[in-house]
Nanobody
Framework: QVQLVESGGGLVQAGGSLRLSCAAS????????MAWFRQASGKERAFVAV????????YYADSVKGRFTISRDNAKNTVYLQMNSLKPEDTAVYSC?????????????????????WGQGTQVTVAS
């Protein structure tokens, strides 16, 4: 089993930055792909970014590419999402997720169903 706990959310002005953290516990965490998803009020959950266990393969949603950076520190069992140049449309509950199924060359990384474990989420609000 893997437990994920997000932190770092809050209120920020448009153009500002915020860093989210996802602390994980579990024996096999270092072998899991880790992702961030977000869900805005009244909308479906959307993929944000994913990083493989080695940190060598990373994908971003087009909407955040160039602004967000995902990273992981396996020694600390933590995944990060650095968010820069935040926009009001980034407002959402951000959740981290772990997958034991995704392979290094998988093209299914944006599908919620591919992830086995989810955190409770942290609210990010970007004000104009």
């Amino acid at each position: 089993q893997v437990q994920l706990v997000e932190s770092g959310g809050g209120l920020v002005q448009a153009g500002g930055s915020l860093r989210l953290s996802c602390a994980a516990s579990g024996r096999t965490f270092t072998t899991y792909a880790m992702a961030w998803f977000r869900q805005a009020s009244g909308k479906e959950r959307a993929f944000v970014a994913v990083i493989d266990w080695s940190g060598g393969r990373i994908y971003y949603a087009d909407s955040v590419k160039g602004r967000f950076t995902i990273s992981r520190d396996n020694a600390k069992n933590t995944v990060y999402l650095q968010m820069n140049s935040l926009k009001p449309e980034d407002t959402a509950v951000y959740s981290c997720a772990a997958s034991s199924k995704l392979g290094y060359y998988s093209d299914s990384y944006s599908y919620s169903d591919e992830y086995d474990y989810w955190g409770q989420g942290t609210q990010v609000t970007v004000a104009s």
